[in-house]
């Protein structure tokens, strides 16, 4: 990580502001204060010229950095076992990935490489899940704050059907992730924050998920979880929890579907559920590379936006095989026709607004924290500043990251000199 703050950017710039409205600059700036924040942006012609260092990025775009709203720490090294479905899968390859976090070294390594990867892909803000340990967790949360990344992240809670290494009485655990809580929310200069996180239904007994309501509100914590990926498991959790109308309603009766909650996939939702979640303000974070890769089915993306309801996209490594977000947008915008703009937008504020962290970062808003991502497009990259944002996306694998940079700090890569 290196300690520039204080910079003014010349190149052109790109900021969402709604799904449908994106701020384009062809000859624009970004100037970033000591603190890290953003100053000011706009076009060049305008650039008020100070003692600041000029960072001339040439054909690179300047953009916020992206946000991953759903991804699971312990599973990079499982990404790609195909083959499986999700019940299956689960009990296969990523349990005994999971199982091995029991070794605080290990899960340091680990984390390591994980934090490296999110910001080796412009990943500026991550909504993680860790593993049921808790002092990996602690190393997980340690190495966060090296990285210099804005991340979102629990320990995952698990009371019941699971493997014996990865289940534990719901009341240890939902202590154990207050005082994670207590340790890391706020911390590395508020980079940091934590979420309660119940795996999904099935692996969930209702104490459990009571005892994770309670404290969600209690403390004013953040919620994350799964909600009907598949068909197999929304049976199950029909099985599990008969009283409940559906799925989320089994997250609703314990009081876990609020403003600051967020649900990975929601592929087998009726509009009815896609409307109680937009009524309680929470979040969608459709994974569609994860979906494809599973065969869970295809999100759908336009009864979702017809309720109203917040999106977010996440890469769900490991059932996600990259970390790329523009992976995850390409595939997301196959889903229906989406619009350049709304692609901006999924991939950075609205990632934020699911993560309830849109005041500091997902767009290049005066006031928020400088965290960008300098994109390389391919070299035949044309249009204006969207057009050739889109073809990153659609050309993945031609596009390069120069630079990650969180509150003004190079956190991967390097700015030109
Ligand atoms: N549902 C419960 N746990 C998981 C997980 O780790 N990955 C995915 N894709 N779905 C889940
Ligand atoms: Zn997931």
Known sequence: MSGRRGVLLKGAVLSPRSVDRADSYEDGFVRVDDEGRIAAIGVWHDALNDADPIVEVGNALILPAFVDAHVHLPQIDVRARYGLPLMAWLEQHVFPAETAFADPEHAER????????????????????????????????????N???????????????????????????????????????????????????????????????????RAARKAG??????????????????????????????????????????????????????????????????????????????????????ANVQIGVGSDVGAGPLFSPLDVLRHFAYLDRVEPAELLYRGTLAGAEALSLSHETGSLAVGNAADLVVLEPPVDAVGDPLQRFVQCVFRNPETQVVATLVEGRVVYGRLPT
């Open 110 to 145: 680990v984390a390591e490489r994980f934090f490296h990867a999110l910001a080796g892909n412009g990943i500026g803000t991550a909504g993680v899940f860790a593993t049921v340990h808790v002092e990996a967790t602690h190393r997980a949360f340690e190495v966060a704050a």
């Open 147 to 213: 990285s210099g990344l804005r991340i979102v992240m629990g320990k995952v809670l698990m009371d019941v059907n699971g493997p014996p290494e990865l289940i534990e009485p719901a009341d240890r655990g939902i202590e154990a992730s207050l005082e994670l809580a207590e340790r890391w929310e706020g911390a590395a200069g508020g980079r940091l924050h934590t979420a309660i996180t119940p795996r999904f239904a099935p692996t969930s007994s209702a104490a459990l998920l009571s005892h994770a309501g």
């Open 221 to 306: 914590l953040r919620v994350q979880t799964h909600l009907a990926e598949q068909r197999e498991e929304v049976e199950i959790v029909g099985r599990l929890f008969p009283e409940a109308a559906d799925y989320l309603a089994v997250y609703e009766q314990y009081g876990l579907v609020g403003e600051r909650s967020v649900f990975a996939h929601a592929i087998h939702c009726t509009d009815d559920a896609f409307g109680r979640l937009a009524n309680a303000g929470s979040t969608i974070v459709c994974c569609p590379t994860s979906n494809a890769f599973l065969g869970s089915g295809s999100f759908s993306l336009r009864r979702a936006k017809r």
